[in-house]
């Protein structure tokens, strides 16, 4: 570290903690202007908490904050632009009726005439590389193009620090790479970065300094540059990571097939399912790449049947016509389920595990003249625990007691542990620590191994390249053909995330592409 | 130093338990300093309106009399409000229960037919069920409001009762009160204890309080019902069936009701009259809260709001204090309840402001 320069931004000890967590402890953190500083950390290591608190959203419990070398309390976020931080979250708050300048302008203090204001967003936008039309509703704008708004509304103000919070996730590779194009300009002029993730290869690529945290504590510094990613896991999670075993498939009968699945979305901003076509075969395991909001929700639920569709041919289910069906009678098939939401769709937060392990098993033994048969549902919620590991009190432990990895378990475990026929999974390792990550993949790959036609919908790439047999993509509501790993790379996924396959509507000229598909098809 | 409300990171089970108890002991402060302001001593109005009335054999059979219908609609109210089916007109369905339990006793006034008793039974059942049937359509096929839609029925079924004693069902030797003729002894719930007007409507609710905490916390089906309450997107995963539900929440409620309904007519009351309740639907609502929607809490619960409402009896006569006692006591109940609860969920704790200094000792 440099003892010329004063640090831009310095804490010193921050502690603060909540009723049921320590979510920092004794943190300290220097970052010097032009500085691109990872923070790193496993969900729940306490980076979100820590960016709030120097954002003013949140106020530490002991510590203090260091702004350009005079110690300040930063009382609320208003405050914190005042000072010149600016923050761009990972939920976006943008209103969708709105256009981009309106949206902007609510940012602002006072009452900022829309026409100016129009031309200095045009200005910042060329000036960075961040292409957006001021004119236009917000829901007409991709992922992508939103984030973009967000991170004009801080540029504005000219921030001397610029807090991004997990800002790929919602991305393509392709504009990935174009935000770290318009981050690099920026610490160039001179502006601080604090760049949060657990992506560790774009750490690697993007940032010059890192914080580790884990469990709410500092556990080391690196320059990400010198690194390996292994290495910095490590440091993250404080062990060696385990890799998966992926043998060749072979694929036996189809056992879920959708034919020309179609729903029109009653949401005026949600997405409407077109066309979707798809075959998951015994014994192998397809995956369904995408930017999230682009239909994998609308999706699911009709898998599921939470919300079936009219034609009941469009999905068939171990040879049956289940279009129409509700989600028991698909259970009934053979048909397993984990949701995106763990706490309230997958499990009811308020319910023990053995409660939560009665709501998909009840079908098999565990209810007798419709009475509960409480010692044998408490045996097998006993048995997943045991299974997969499961952290927690017992059978008997709430819900909303355990960590969302481990809830995550327990539900996969659960699912698994049915002996499905047919198993879909969304977001199968979603902020579930690296270890538990892989040893849910593992146990999937087990699965199909036995047998079982797995769906494994999921916004990490690498996951999906991972785990699956052949991969598609979906992007506003329809469906790409599905391609084997081996004939396919993450390039060309990521430009088949911006709905730019071969044969689709928008490569094939029939509708303009937006900002963001000009982007990826130069990329 | 200040107080501050915080959340707790799990509800406290003992708070969950202590609650109706705390609410309990500040009604009777409340009391001790109503009856005060009213100008009345208030250690013996307190002994004229919760101990008076239960110092004989009479008195308590006159409790459980009254804590009857209190805790069959309790009950019955609880299964529908754990699946968050919240059904508010179970005065109406009692008001049904009775017209139908009625009709088939006026219908059966000269026969001495073993069965009477039995169709009265299910009649009422029926009666309750089938004015509890209205909101839950509405609310499955329409998306209305159940808490409106069984509100305003109980008006509707309180006009429709009057309608009837006043005009077609009016006993003609009945001197044109409006009143049904008196049913015949075989229309009756035979007398438990000889002397007192306790009735096998009491066992009835007691056998309800039993099947309904098998039902709840046993079966399969009460499991539905709890999981679409605490869940509604968990019961959609699960495969459990959303209208199901609110028929069934609504079904039970309105049945349990129609069956107080009947016991009404076919025990104290012995007719029709144009108002066979004090307001039992309505007061079994606070007593499926302060029960914690636990049938046994059930149980209790409508025992404290039946001694209420002998209370106030006792209260009009010994104190010369108006009826209104009793709602007010009532009010004054559930109003602490819902206040206590929040200490379920919250905990107050004193915040210190942090000195500076200490501050600077974390740092270092």
């Known amino acids: ?523 | 130093m200040r107080l501050k409300l915080e959340a707790r990171p799990e509800p406290s089970r003992l708070m969950g338990y202590l609650s109706p108890l705390l609410a309990a002991a500040l009604t009777v402060v409340a009391g001790f300093i109503l009856f005060s302001a009213l100008g009345k001593n208030p250690v013996q109005a307190f002994y004229t309106f919760f101990v008076h009335p239960i110092r004989d054999l009479n008195g308590v059979t006159e409790l459980l009399l009254k804590a009857s219908p209190l805790m069959l609609i309790g009950v019955g109210l609880a299964c529908g409000y754990r699946a968050n089916v919240w059904n508010i007109g179970a005065e109406g369905q009692l008001i049904l229960g009775a017209i139908f339990a009625g009709g088939v006793a006026l219908a059966f006034h000269d026969s001495d037919s073993k069965f009477a008793l039995a169709l009265m039974f299910l009649a009422g059942a029926l009666g309750g069920m089938l004015w509890a049937a209205i909101p839950a359509l509405l609310r499955t096929r329409f998306n209305t409001n159940e808490i409106l839609v069984s509100l305003m029925l109980v008006y509707v079924a309180s006009l429709l009762l009057s309608w009837l004693v006043h005009e077609p069902w009016r006993d003609p030797e009945g001197f044109n009160f409006p009143q049904s003729k008196q049913f015949s002894e075989g229309a009756l719930y035979p007398i438990l204890v000889e002397g007192t007007r306790l009735n096998l409507g009491f066992l009835v609710a007691l056998g309800a309080v039993a099947i309904g905490y098998v039902f709840l916390n046993r079966s399969f089906l009460g499991f539905q019902l709890r999981v679409a309450g605490l869940a509604p997107d968990a019961a959609r995963y699960a495969g459990f069936n959303a209208h199901r539900m609110v028929w069934l929440g609504m079904l039970i409620s309105g049945g349990c009701a129609g069956i107080a309904g009947m016991g009404e007519v076919a025990g104290p009351i012995g007719q029709l009259l144009p108002s066979v309740s004090p307001g039992y639907g309505f007061a079994a609502i606070i007593v499926a809260f302060v029960g914690r929607l636990h049938p046994v809490g059930i149980l209790l619960a409508s025992l404290l709001m039946s001694l209420l409402y002998l209370g106030g009896e006792a209260a009009q006569m010994g104190l010369a204090l108006p009826s209104a006692m009793t709602g007010l006591f009532q009010g004054l109940l559930l109003f602490f309840l819902l206040g206590s609860d929040v200490f379920i969920n919250y905990r107050v704790r004193v915040v210190r402001p942090v000195p500076p200094l200490a501050q600077h000792a974390v740092a270092a």
């Open chain 1, 1 to 523: 570290m440099s003892t010329t320069a004063t640090p831009r931004i310095e804490l010193r000890g921050i502690t603060k903690i909540y009723p049921s967590v320590v979510a920092n402890k004794d943190v300290s953190l220097t970052a010097l202007p032009g500085e691109i500083h990872a923070v790193l950390g496993e969900n729940g290591a306490g980076k979100s908490t820590l960016m709030k608190i120097i954002y003013g959203v949140v106020k530490p419990d002991a510590g203090e904050v260091l702004w350009e070398g005079t110690p300040v309390v930063v009382h609320n976020p208003a405050h914190a632009r005042e000072l010149g931080i600016g923050m761009v979250f990972q939920h976006f708050s943008l209103f969708e009726t709105l256009t981009v300048v309106e949206n902007v302008a609510l940012g602002l203090p006072g009452n900022p005439p829309l026409g100016p204001l129009a031309q200095r967003i045009t200005e910042v936008s060329q000036k960075y590389g961040l292409p957006v039309d001021p004119r236009r509703l917000v829901h007409s704008l991709s992922v992508g193009e939103r984030q973009r708004v967000e991170i004009i509304r801080c540029l504005l103000v000219n921030p001397r620090l610029l807090i991004m919070d997990e800002p790929t996730s919602v991305l393509t590779p392709q504009a990935v790479r174009k935000l770290f194009e318009t981050l690099r300009q920026l610490a160039a002029e001179g502006c601080t970065i604090l760049y949060i993730s657990h992506k560790l290869d774009e750490i690697q690529e993007l940032c010059t300094n890192a914080t580790v945290l884990r469990a709410g504590q500092v556990t080391g510094h690196c320059d990400p540059r010198k690194e390996t990613p292994k290495s910095m896991a490590r440091m993250m999670i404080g062990k060696d990571l385990p890799h998966p075993q992926h043998v060749a498939a072979t694929p036996g009968e189809p056992l879920l097939a959708l034919a020309g699945l179609e729903r029109k979305s009653p949401d005026p901003f949600g997405v409407s399912l077109e066309d979707v076509n798809l075959t998951v075969r015994a014994g192998e395991i397809v995956g369904i790449a995408g930017v999230s909001g682009n239909g994998q929700q609308e999706l699911l639920s009709a898998i599921s049947g939470e919300a079936p569709v009219r034609d009941r041919k469009a999905i068939v289910l171990c040879g049956v016509n289940v279009g129409r069906m509700r989600p028991g009678r698909r259970r009934r098939l053979g048909f397993c389920f984990v949701p995106e939401e763990r706490l309230g769709r997958g499990a009811v937060p308020r319910m023990s595990l053995a409660d939560n392990a009665l709501l998909t098993a009840h079908r098999y033994g565990y209810v007798r003249r419709g009475l509960i048969r409480f010692a044998q549902i408490a045996e097998f919620a006993q048995k997943c625990i045991t299974e997969f590991t499961v952290k927690c009190g017992g059978p008997q432990a709430e819900a909303k007691s355990l960590s969302g990895g481990n809830l995550q378990k327990f539900i996969v475990g659960r699912e698994i542990l049915l002996k499905p026929k047919v198993l879909v999974v969304a977001q199968p390792t979603w902020g579930v620590d690296v270890g538990a990550a892989a040893f849910i993949r593992q146990k999937i790959i087990d699965l199909r191994n036995e047998g079982v036609a797995i769906l494994v919908l999921s916004e990490e790439l690498d996951e999906l390249f991972e785990v699956s047999d052949r991969l598609a993509v979906i992007a506003k509501g329809r469906l790409s053909p599905a391609k084997p790993i081996r004939e396919t790379n993450v390039e060309e996924i990521g430009v088949w995330m911006s709905g730019m396959w071969p044969g689709a509507p928008g490569a094939a000229g029939a509708l303009p592409p937006s900002v963001e598909e000009r982007h990826a098809a130069q990329a």
